[in-house]
């Protein structure tokens, strides 16, 4: 049976303008899933973000998501903001060598 998820803004943050909306999600998909290694390709309509798990020399596709460029730069935009309060709670996050 598919889970009623409720569209909440995370702490700190603004709520997202527009229409309020349900989310529902099969329980296989609202449980997530892990992903330690992403390929990003594009063309010209489209970006195209492959998520593996890779915890030996293969990996495995766990998820792709496809979106449009406005979407792209949306989520980059989104990521951004994130993770800026994210190092201003828990400090800042040390990229790999």
Do not use: C, W
């Not at 596709?61 to 406005?70: E, F, G």
């Not at 989104?78 to 996050?93: D, H, M, P, V």
């Amino acid at each position: 049976m598919a889970k009623e998820l409720k569209k909440q803004p995370a702490s700190g943050q603004q709520k997202v303008p527009g229409p309020e909306f349900k989310i529902i999600a099969q329980p296989e998909v609202a449980k997530g899933v892990y992903s330690n290694l992403a390929i990003i390709q594009h063309t010209q309509n489209e970006f195209i973000f492959d998520f593996l798990l890779r915890l030996t020399a293969e990996g495995q596709l766990v998820s792709r998501v496809v979106l449009s460029p406005q979407h792209a730069i949306a989520l980059l935009d989104a990521l951004k903001i994130n993770t800026e309060k994210y190092e201003a709670k828990f400090g800042k996050i040390k990229s790999k060598p």
